[in-house]
């Protein structure tokens, strides 16, 4: 098989897989705060695109109830976060 035909599989493969990667918020006031922000859409699902947190570097989610972060591990470019009460 030719280098150029591997190579393109692999890229079109890689950017399909990119663009349905998934985000697991299970903290509803979590997700919402994200749809809030635009980061997500409803309803919720306990799910929010990783494309779309992925270049975040501010995070203002001050006051909105949050019990549970998990899923921040995606915000890969996060460098302030404010998540009071």
Do not use: H, W
């Amino acid at each position: 098989m030719n280098i150029k035909v591997i190579l393109c599989v692999f890229c079109f493969l890689s950017l399909s897989y990119n663009s349905l990667s998934q985000t697991f918020v299970p903290d509803d006031n979590f997700e919402q705060a994200l749809i809030d922000l635009g980061y997500d859409s409803g309803p919720l699902d306990d799910m929010v695109p990783t494309a779309n947190i992925t270049a975040v570097t501010d995070l203002d989610i001050n006051t909105k109830n949050i019990a549970n972060l998990t899923g921040i591990e995606d915000f890969i470019n996060l460098q302030s976060l404010n998540c009071q009460d």
